[in-house]
């Protein structure tokens, strides 16, 4: 038996490049809370991204439980985490914890093992397809043009994704639709912003820019309203982003076409992998939300993935943060299968002057 050894972890506060914002938060700085975990000579990686708090989660209460573990055994660290929390709950930073730790476990499994983690997880696609995600509502008219035409034109990525919920809404989707050409999908992402009868209205306007894609049109919490647009429009409706146990995925898993997961968020791979089912059982695709280099191995293991969301302030921080960093090509991320785990190595000289705890 493997024992794990050591739970270390760090926190990083990252400057955006500029102010961001989408319809319901501005934000100028980004927080990751990443978890090392040992056994052996080995360490695996994983983090969230969430508020500071989440180290106090892991240190205080979800490291004393995982020490000493058998570090093959993943899904029952992941039990005894969620024993662990029942008192302080599980929703929200105390969730992100716990995918902080489960994240690395599994990358720590894999590199004992030697094999690349979609290797250990069981891989069932070649590549995972992205699309780009920023078009904050903040940026200029000329800013979102830019962006979103550069992942079209210059990376090649087919499908891409703007915020929406500020204003002069409609003249921004048009704007994209025009700087990526017809051919590209054109996603928007309302976070909440709109109540059901305005989300009606400004859906029936983005079918115009053949928009395929409205994500959070009302509030994630509002399953009624969700399932009203859902039945108004032939944009596929989506959302799940903040799901944290299988009945919050279940529920979302009715009104969607299709169902997002956040492994950062979620509990971590293992619950990824049953919140994929859930969906599965529902004829329904999944898409992952944020943290593309984490969220890869998963992604490629699991058969009815649609994309990874490739989102502008994450691909930044994780380009910086990582050697091994998986860069798309032609619209779709494939694995270092040489590299064992996530194939990712911190680059701790690099990043210290991040680092806050």
Request: proline share 5%; charged share 20%; glycine share 8%.
């Amino acid at each position: 038996m493997s024992a794990i050894s050591e739970i270390s972890l760090a926190v990083y506060s990252i400057p955006t490049e500029q102010p961001e914002a989408d319809g319901t938060l501005s934000w100028d700085h980004t927080t990751m809370v990443l978890v090392q975990a040992g056994a052996e000579d080995k360490i695996g990686i994983g983090w969230t991204y969430g508020p500071g708090a989440c180290a106090l989660v892991v240190q205080d209460q979800l490291a004393p439980v995982v020490r000493g573990m058998n570090a093959c055994d993943v899904p029952a660290a992941f039990m005894a985490m969620v024993r662990a929390v029942r008192n302080a709950g599980r929703p929200g930073l105390v969730g992100y914890a716990i995918s902080a730790v489960e994240t690395a476990l599994w990358d720590l499994k894999a590199r004992l093992l030697d094999l690349p983690l979609c290797g250990l997880l069981g891989q069932a696609l070649p590549s995972a397809p992205v699309y780009g995600s920023g078009g904050f509502v903040n940026y200029s008219v000329q800013q979102v043009r830019d962006q979103v035409g550069q992942w079209v034109h210059e990376e090649g990525i087919p499908r891409v994704k703007i915020k929406i919920g500020g204003e002069d809404d409609i003249n921004r989707v048009r704007q994209a639709r025009s700087a990526i050409g017809p051919l590209a999908d054109l996603y928007v992402d309302a976070n909440g912003a709109y109540t059901v009868k305005q989300a009606l209205r400004i859906a029936e306007v983005l079918e115009g820019s053949e928009v395929s894609w409205f994500e959070e049109p009302v509030s994630s919490d509002d399953l009624a309203g969700l399932r009203r647009v859902r039945e108004a429009t032939q944009i596929d409706v989506a959302a799940g982003e903040y799901g944290y146990d299988l009945f919050y995925f279940r529920q979302m898993s009715e009104v969607v076409d299709c169902l997002q997961i956040d492994v950062t968020r979620c509990g971590g791979i293992l619950e990824w992998q049953r919140a994929a089912s859930v969906a599965a059982s529902r004829n329904l695709q999944v898409s992952s939300h944020c943290a593309p280099q984490l969220h890869l191995h998963a992604a490629l293991a699991t058969p009815n993935l649609r994309h990874m969301e490739w989102f502008h302030d994450h691909v930044r921080i994780e380009s910086m943060f990582f050697d091994g960093f998986h860069a798309p090509n032609e619209g779709a991320v494939e694995p270092d299968l040489t590299r064992p785990g996530n194939g990712l190595e911190l680059r701790v000289p690099d990043v210290e002057k991040y680092r806050v705890l």
